[in-house]
T-cell receptor, first 116, second 112 residues
Framework: DTEVTQTPKHLVMGMTNKKSLKCEQHMGHRAMYWYKQKAKKPPELMFVYSYEKLSINESVPSRFSPECPNSSLLNLHLHALQPEDSALYLC???????????????FGPGTRLTVL | AQSVTQLDSQVPVFEEAPVELRCNYSSSVSVYLFWYVQYPNQGLQLLLKYLSGSTLVKGINGFEAEFNKSQTSFHLRKPSVHISDTAEYFCAVTINFNKFYFGSGTKLNVKP
């Protein structure tokens, strides 16, 4: 299984809602990532988890709360989002948290989020 | 810090014609270079990567790229494109395989 799955594919939420995005991989990877991609822009790194611990937070607002319950699962909890947070949220995983030349990132298909 | 520049935001080309998508990078240390493709409403798929060795790298779907250290470039080429190659292409750089820096992307539009 060389796939990263993300659910849901699409999500529409109001600014007062609480929702969660889910990412799963069964490749035994120990690093997992959240990216945000606005329309016609490149992906921007949000968070990196290494061995289930948060290792990088790219100054992301606290209305985004990541969680890594186990080595296969990565969640992104959303609360009190703004319309400008509407974007494609991509999850990725890679074998080694400490880097290394075979540490290719595998991307999921993304969740398209719309905040009304 | 590292940065990646993709000068062409859009490249229109006719089917079966050759194409080159340009990528230049900036870094004070050695880097590793990647090209990803993103089809509409999908995630990123790795096309090819340069780690070391031969400067000409071959990837999937008939694409290849050439690493030019003196020009700090990593241009992507395909000798004959298909309609199915229509997608967004991203060049990316990393020095440690933990943080990847992406270019702004090039939209390849293959016309019949």
């Amino acid at each position: 299984d060389t796939e990263v799955t993300q659910t849901p594919k699409h999500l529409v939420m109001g600014m007062t809602n609480k929702k969660s995005l889910k990412c799963e991989q069964h490749m035994g990877h120990r690093a997992m990532y959240w990216y945000k991609q606005k329309a016609k822009k490149p992906p921007e790194l949000m968070f990196v988890y290494s061995y289930e611990k948060l290792s990088i937070n790219e100054s992301v607002p606290s209305r985004f709360s990541p969680e890594c319950p186990n080595s296969s699962l990565l969640n992104l909890h959303l609360h009190a989002l703004q319309p400008e947070d509407s974007a494609l949220y991509l999850c990725a995983s890679s074998p080694h948290p400490l880097g290394g030349r075979d540490n290719e990132q595998f991307f999921g298909p993304g969740t398209r989020l719309t905040v009304l | 810090a590292q940065s990646v520049t993709q000068l062409d935001s859009q490249v229109p080309v006719f089917e079966e014609a050759p194409v080159e998508l340009r990528c230049n990078y900036s870094s004070s240390v050695s880097v590793y270079l990647f090209w990803y493709v993103q089809y509409p409403n999908q995630g990123l798929q790795l096309l090819l990567k340069y780690l070391s060795g031969s400067t000409l790298v071959k990837g999937i779907n008939g694409f290849e790229a050439e690493f030019n250290k003196s020009q700090t470039s990593f241009h992507l080429r395909k000798p004959s494109v298909h309609i199915s190659d229509t997608a967004e292409y991203f060049c990316a750089v990393t020095i440690n395989f933990n943080k990847f820096y992406f270019g702004s992307g090039t939209k390849l539009n293959v016309k019949p």
